[in-house]
T-cell receptor
Framework: KAGVTQTPRYLIKTRGQQVTLSCSPISGHRSVSWYQQTPGQGLQFLFE???????NKGNFPGRFSGRQFSNSRSEMNVSTLELGDSALYLC?????????????FGPGTRLTVT | AQSVTQLDSQVPVFEEAPVELRCNYS??????LFWYVQYPNQGLQLLLKYLSGSTLVESINGFEAEFNKSQTSFHLRKPSVHISDTAEYFC??????????FGQGTRLTINP
């Protein structure tokens, strides 16, 4: 079974631009979560989508948004990029049964804002 | 609110020595606990998890962790480390349908 895939793997953008990152979950997984990883703040939860609905949301400004499609693929958008948005963005998928909240992570998209 | 504290940001050990990476969590309800490992330039991989049942859980590569409810801890141990264990290790906690909360990570460095 293929793992979680994220595209692109690397991205360089300029301050003020916007960016869209994509995540394809493991086949059959309906939950997708997004995280931002930086050396200073560590791993921070952005949001979680399940069946095209946002189920949980972290403490990020409204410039960060996401969506999930009917095939469970998810996209994350960051508008008006700031230098501090430079980070590794990780996507994770899970089955979301009563007992199994195990999340499987993709390799991440490294975003550099200049 | 849940929180996770990894008490050591860096742990250097010699090859074949034992290691313990410490993790404490705070939560007022039942939790699921996880250890993830991140190798350089890669995403996170699940190392082991505690959902219920036996408090001692093991991974296929020799790591183990013990859930201690009274001390709210989930420390990760390995009796003999290898150079290939060099990585960053993250402890995480989740309660029900809530978000997964990660600790700050512990960088494990193995010296020959």
């Amino acid at each position: 079974k293929a793992g979680v895939t994220q595209t692109p793997r690397y991205l360089i953008k300029t301050r003020g631009q916007q960016v869209t990152l994509s995540c394809s979950p493991i086949s059959g997984h309906r939950s997708v979560s997004w995280y931002q990883q930086t050396p200073g703040q560590g791993l921070q939860f952005l949001f979680e989508y399940f069946s095209e609905t946002q189920r949980n949301k972290g403490n990020f400004p409204g410039r960060f948004s996401g969506r999930q499609f009917s095939n469970s693929r998810s996209e994350m958008n960051v508008s008006t990029l700031e230098l501090g948005d430079s980070a590794l963005y990780l996507c994770a998928s899970s089955l979301v049964s009563d007992r199994n909240y195990e999340q499987y992570f993709g390799p991440g998209t490294r975003l550099t804002v200049t | 609110a849940q929180s996770v504290t990894q008490l050591d940001s860096q742990v250097p050990v010699f090859e074949e020595a034992p290691v313990e990476l410490r993790c404490n969590y705070s939560s007022s309800v039942s939790v699921y606990l996880f250890w993830y490992v991140q190798y350089p330039n890669q995403g996170l991989q699940l190392l082991l998890k505690y959902l219920s049942g036996s408090t001692l859980v093991e991974s296929i590569n020799g790591f183990e962790a013990e859930f201690n409810k009274s001390q709210t801890s989930f420390h990760l141990r390995k009796p003999s480390v290898h150079i290939s264990d060099t990585a960053e290790y993250f402890c995480a906690v989740r309660s029900g349908a809530q978000k997964l909360v990660f600790g700050q990570g512990t960088r494990l460095t193995i010296n020959p």
